[in-house]
């Protein structure tokens, strides 16, 4: 049973910066995708960043150049440093880390943008 667990959300002045972490335990396959996504009030749940296991990563237009998500693969842990924060960068973020076979999802921590 693969487990996730998020720590580093909290509240942020506009063009502050957080780095969030996600660490995984359990049986996890060398070959995944490791994710951040985002959900604002009244709002679907949006992409963010990905990292491959190669280490191939792709964004959201709307966080390029702001955030970087990398990963370290001896600790099955990812990251989300967030930079240059905007007050609608203010959602649930949660991890994700999927393979061939199934999908797992942290349990969200709240980052908010605010003066």
């Known amino acids: 049973q693969v487990q996730l667990v998020e720590s580093g959300g909290g509240l942020v002045q506009p063009g502050g910066s957080l780095r969030l972490s996600c660490a995984a335990s359990?049986?996890?396959?060398?070959?995944?995708?490791m994710g951040w996504y985002r959900q604002a009030p009244g709002k679907q749940r949006d992409l963010v960043a990905t990292?491959?296991?190669?280490?191939?990563?792709n964004y959201a237009d709307s966080v390029k150049g702001r955030f970087s998500i990398s990963r370290d693969n001896a600790k099955n842990t990812w990251y989300l440093q967030m930079n240059s924060l905007k007050p609608e960068d203010t959602a649930v973020y949660y991890c994700?880390?999927?393979?061939?076979?199934?999908?797992?999802w942290g349990q969200g921590t709240q980052v908010t943008v605010s003066s």
């Open positions: 994700q880390i999927r393979t061939a076979m199934a999908s797992k």
């Open positions: 990292i491959t296991s190669g280490g191939t990563t």
């Open positions: 359990g049986s996890i396959s060398r070959v995944n995708v």
